[in-house]
């Protein structure tokens, strides 16, 4: 019977260690052009727009979104436009309950 092991390299995302584009795209199993339509529908932010894709830096959030964005392309066949508007949907449902459990109702 054969062995078989892998490794796994992990990097702790933050402020000191931002998500370069193409480690982003490389995560989520896409491209750079991907992770441009995300920032282009606003599922993930860059600080400067005008700035190459190579330089932009994005953070643990953004690694979360990109990958439910991916999810819901993949389990649902959504195009970026409408991972967009879930996710955003998803967000505010989640904000509201915060705010009912907040306030005691629910």
Same mark, same amino acid.
């Given at each position: ?36 339509? *995300? ?15 190579? #330089? ?10 990109? *990958? ?5 392309? #993949? ?13 955003? *949907?998803?967000?505010?449902?989640? #904000? ?11």
């Amino acid at each position: 019977m054969a062995n078989f092991s892998s490794v796994t390299t992990t990097t702790a995302i933050g402020v000191s260690h931002p998500l370069a584009a193409n480690e982003l795209a490389h995560a989520c199993g896409a491209d750079t052009a991907w992770v441009v339509q *995300l920032v282009e529908v606003g599922i993930v932010q860059v600080t400067t727009t005008d700035a190459p894709p190579e #330089r932009w830096e994005f953070s643990s959030t953004d690694l979360q979104h990109a *990958l439910e964005a991916r999810r819901l392309e #993949r389990d649902f066949g959504v195009n970026l436009d409408a991972a967009a508007l879930i996710l955003d *949907l998803q967000h505010e449902v989640r #904000r509201l309950k915060a705010v009912l459990q907040a306030h005691g109702v629910g």
